[in-house]
C-alpha cells in the first residue's frame, strides 16, 4: 500500500512527503521537475512524468496498480496568477487537463482517496473580516477558476463513482520545515521581499491607501509544515467508509497580518533594513483575506501551532541556508 504525491517534489509537496516517510508510509511521489527538484524527496520513490501529457492517464494507472497506490495528494499545478490570465488556455491544459488524467486513471485503478492543493484564490474579493467556506466567492483570474473547477470536478467524481475526497484551500503559505525545503520560488511576499534584499534592492509594497489599519494588504500566512500536517489529518479522516461531512476546507490561522508588518518582522529578526518602497496597487489585490478555520478544527481536529514570527524565522533561516543567503 502505498500514497502518491504527485507534484511531491515542490515546495509543499516535499514537506508532505517527508511527513509521510517519517511515518513510516510508503510513497510515490509524480513530478515533472517543472518547478520541483529531485532530491526533495528523499527516500520517496520518484516517476519523472507530466500529468497533463498525451498519455499521461495511462501511465498514471500502471503506476498506481503496481504500487498499490490507495490515496493520492495532488499538489502538482502551475500557480503563478499572472501568468495564467495571459495563458489561460494553457493554465486549463495544465490545471485541469492533469487534474482530468488523474482522476480518470483512479477510477480505473480503483483508487478512491484524493487530497487535492486547492487556494484561497477561490474566494476572489470577498469583502468580509474571515472568509468562511461556503461565501459566495468568485475567483478573478484563470488560476483561481482551475482550482475551483478542480474542486468541482471532484464533486463530480464523488457523484459517479464514489471518490473520497478534500480540498484544502491554503492561504499565504511560507516558511519552512526543514532549511533545504525553503520556498524555492520568488512569487510570494516574503521570498520577493528576501529577493530584493540579496540584490542589494529596497523591498516593495504594493499600495498602502488601502482600508486596513497600516494601509497595506492583509493577509494570512500559514507555516508551510503546519500545512503540511493539515495533509495527514486529511488522509486520516478519508480512511475507512464514513460518510464525510465536509470537503472543502481553509487552511489558515484566521489571524491577518500586514505586508508592513511581515516586512517589519523580517527586519528584525534578520536584523537587515527591510525599509520599503511603496509602488501604486496592484489590480485583483483584495485589501484583506483571512480564513475561517472554523471547520478545518471541528472535523478534521487540525489547527495551526506556528505564528507569524515562526513563520518569517524558518524562512530566513532556509534562504541563509541557499545559495543566495545574504551577508
Ligand atoms: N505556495 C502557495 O502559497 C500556494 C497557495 C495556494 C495553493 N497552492 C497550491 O499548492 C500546490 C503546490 O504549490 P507549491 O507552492 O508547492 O508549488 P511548486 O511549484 O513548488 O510545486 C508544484 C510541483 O508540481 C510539479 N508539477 C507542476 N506541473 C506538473 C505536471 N503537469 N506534471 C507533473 N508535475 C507537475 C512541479 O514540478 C512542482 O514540483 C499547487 O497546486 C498550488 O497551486 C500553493
Known amino acids: 500500500m502505498s500514497t502518491l504525491v504527485i507534484g511531491g517534489a515542490g515546495y509543499i509537496g516535499a514537506h508532505v512527503v517527508r511527513l509521510l516517510l517519517d511515518r513510516g508510509e ?3 511521489v509524480v513530478d515533472d521537475l517543472s518547478t520541483g527538484a529531485g532530491e526533495r524527496v528523499g527516500q520517496a520513490t520518484l516517476a519523472e512524468l507530466d500529468v497533463a501529457a498525451p498519455g499521461a492517464q495511462e501511465s498514471l494507472e500502471k503506476l498506481m496498480a503496481e504500487r498499490g497506490v490507495t490515496a ?3 499538489f502538482a499545478a502551475k500557480k503563478q496568477v499572472g501568468e495564467s490570465v495571459a495563458k489561460p488556455a494553457w493554465y486549463y491544459q495544465q490545471n ?7 482522476l480518470a486513471a483512479m477510477e480505473n485503478a480503483g483508487v478512491r482517496n484524493m ?29 483561481g477558476e482551475t482550482k475551483l473547477v478542480g474542486e468541482w470536478m471532484l464533486a463530480d467524481c464523488e457523484r459517479a463513482w464514489g471518490l473520497r475526497w478534500a480540498a484544502l484551500r491554503y492561504f499565504n503559505v511560507a516558511g519552512a520545515g526543514w532549511p533545504e525545503l525553503g520556498d524555492p520560488a520568488i512569487l510570494n511576499l516574503v521570498p520577493m521581499v528576501l529577493d530584493r534584499l540579496a540584490r542589494g534592492d529596497r ?33 486520516d479522516y478519508l480512511e475507512g467508509d ?51 478555520p472554523a471547520r478545518i478544527k471541528d472535523v478534521l481536529g487540525w489547527k495551526a501551532e506556528h505564528r507569524l514570527e515562526d513563520i518569517i524565522r524558518s524562512a530566513w533561516e532556509a534562504w541563509q541556508a541557499g545559495p543566495r543567503r545574504i551577508g
Request: proline share 9%.
Open 96 to 102: 485541469i487537463g492533469g487534474m482530468a488524467n488523474i
Open 72 to 74: 493520492v495528494i495532488h
Open 26 to 28: 510508503e510513497v510515490v
Open 115 to 143: 487530497i487535492f492543493s486547492s487556494s484561497a484564490a477561490v474566494y476572489g474579493m470577498p469583502d468580509v473580516e474571515l472568509v468562511r467556506e461556503d461565501i459566495h466567492g468568485r475567483p478573478i483570474n484563470p488560476y
Open 242 to 292: 464514513a460518510p464525510l461531512a465536509e470537503h472543502v476546507f481553509n487552511v489558515g490561522t484566521g489571524e491577518g497580518a500586514s505586508v508592513r508588518q511581515v516586512i517589519d518582522t523580517l527586519g528584525e529578526i534578520s536584523g537587515l533594513d527591510t525599509t520599503a518602497d511603496v509602488e501604486p496597487r496592484r489590480p485583483g489585490d483584495p485589501p484583506r483575506l483571512v480564513g475561517d
Open 203 to 235: 523591498p516593495k509594497i504594493f499600495g498602502d491607501d488601502y482600508p486596513t489599519p497600516d494601509g497595506t494588504c492583509v493577509r494570512d500566512y500559514i507555516h508551510v509544515l503546519d500545512l503540511a500536517h493539515a495533509h495527514l489529518a486529511a488522509m
